[in-house]
């Protein structure tokens, strides 16, 4: 599968609004970027005051994918100017089309509210521009990027390093995303919250990720006691423990993909003694799931790998008691 990817630039547009997904989106072979403007070829000046030359017509329909970055905030900022001028929204409202994925950072989501694109859709922006995109009737979601089918968006400038990642282990799998992270040496911060990862209600895991996953199950009890919780206690000597966080992370962009998996992480411990140098802590929806997910046979052999540096304790717990 080849993915044709358009980003959209204006001037004034916020460098590493787009510099994060395209590199994101660079590292994978098939996919085909190309600058573009709604008034055509020619050349835009950055935030930064960088030169772009464009050379590539507005084309959507010659889109999988288009993104739209942000350009500042409030009176008088580049975004602001490009909504009162009315030309990009416009655009970006006659582009839709099914199969087409709609992809925004920072304010660059202001610009998809303006062409009626956000009203009554989950999506995110930078925080200090959440209430206006609220406001315009948008539903926004807590999370670092925020997967609606077809309308794809992330928070505040470096989110969209993120944003691309996820759209490239959406499109083009774990393993290659997990790549990606490995060529940029980047960690993404959290998962992506999806809409079709648990109906409407979806995911997400900016903040605690114990306490924002919502329920599987309706009928009114505690989220607490639902699912079940994978801890692994890990022994290993100081010096292998980057080693082993350089495994875990790309077990973990595996895991994240199976039915019934809600979240991950991986703890370090603060004193240097500490018998459990590392825990690991995810949330599945059943046993059932994490066992299922255990069987990857890519996952069999990376644990393979991890057994040579370290022992592990695992365990599978449900809550006993809970304080309010």
């Known amino acids: 599968m080849t993915l044709r990817v358009h980003t959209v630039l204006y ?5 590493q609004d787009f510099i994060g997904p395209v590199t994101a989106l660079g ?15 020619g050349t835009v000046t950055t935030a930064a005051g960088l030169e772009i030359t464009v050379r590539t017509p507005w084309s959507p329909d010659r889109a999988d994918l288009i993104v739209v970055p942000g350009g500042g905030y409030g009176e008088g900022s580049p975004v602001q100017e490009q909504i009162r001028r009315g030309t990009v929204p416009r655009a970006l409202t006659a582009a839709r089309r099914p199969g087409l994925i709609l992809a925004a950072v ?16 989950r999506c995110t922006t930078h925080h200090i521009a959440e209430n206006d995109l609220r406001q315009q009737g948008a539903i926004v979601v807590g999370g670092r990027v925020v997967d609606d089918g077809d309308l794809v968006t992330s928070a505040g400038v470096t989110s969209g390093i993120d944003l691309g990642l996820w759209l490239v282990e959406r ?9 990606a992270e490995q060529v940029l040496e980047h960690e993404r911060r959290s998962d992506a919250w999806e809409a079709n990862r648990a109906g409407d209600r979806g995911r997400t895991t900016r903040r605690d990720p114990v306490e924002e996953v919502p329920p599987v199950h309706d009928g009114g009890e505690p989220r607490t006691t639902e699912g079940v919780t994978f801890v692994n206690a890990i022994e290993l000597p100081a010096e292998r423990i980057d080693e082993f966080v350089h495994q875990w992370r790309a077990r973990a962009a595996l895991m994240r993909t199976a039915p019934g998996f809600r979240d991950v992480r991986l703890h370090r411990a603060i004193l240097p ?6 825990v690991n802590i995810a949330h599945w929806d059943s046993a059932e799931a994490c066992a299922a997910a255990g069987l990857n046979p890519t996952v069999l052999a990376s644990v393979d790998e991890a057994r040579t540096i370290a022992t592990a304790h695992p365990a599978l717990y449900r809550v006993a008691a809970e304080y309010p």
């Open 273 to 278: 003694e500490a018998r459990f140098q590392l």
């Open 11 to 15: 001037d004034g547009v916020e460098d």
């Open 171 to 179: 499109l083009f799998g774990a393993e290659t995303a997990a790549l």
């Open 27 to 41: 590292v994978v072979d098939d996919v085909r970027h190309s600058f573009v403007t709604v008034d055509g070829p």
């Open 106 to 121: 920072c304010t660059g989501t202001l610009l998809l509210s303006a062409a009626g694109i956000t009203a009554g859709r």
